[in-house]
């Protein structure tokens, strides 16, 4: 099992480091975030251009100490699900486009589906 709790341990970091890097800016610039939601055509921008900042900074926190890591990746991969239609719908490729979302929706959909293992707040081990 400790090979099980380590590689979980590994990807919580990970993409708990990316989430709070993509979703501080978007806090610190609450009013920039909102017109950029807006622009994308998320209306009204400050309801989800907020709800994402506050997904994405708070839930990276959360997978980095373990600490309701699963709702946190749950919710994370909805917004990684949204971004990554939003960029299909956009026609972006693989590469240069919606690669990281991809990944980081599967990442989240493995956290959601297991656990936050052993190195974690709460200890992990649900079943």
Not at 4 to 31: E, T
Not at 62 to 77: D, E
Not at 92 to 118: C, H, K, P
Not at 120 to 127: A, F, I, L
Request: net charge neutral.
């Amino acid at each position: 099992m400790m090979d099980f709790d380590i590689s979980m341990l590994v990807l919580r970091l990970a993409a708990g480091f990316i989430f709070i890097a993509h979703g501080w800016p978007k806090v610190r610039g609450m009013k920039m975030t909102a017109q950029h939601f807006e622009s994308m055509g998320f209306k009204p921008g400050h309801v989800w251009g907020t709800a994402v900042a506050l997904v994405e900074f708070i839930g990276g926190i959360a997978l980095i100490l373990g600490f309701l890591a699963q709702p946190a990746a749950f919710a994370l991969a909805i917004v990684m699900l949204v971004a990554l239609f939003w960029k299909l719908g956009k026609g972006q490729g693989l590469v240069g486009g919606y690669e990281l979302d991809l990944l980081l929706l599967a990442t989240m959909v493995v956290i959601t589906l297991l656990d936050s293992g052993a190195y974690s707040m709460t200890g992990g081990y649900y079943y």
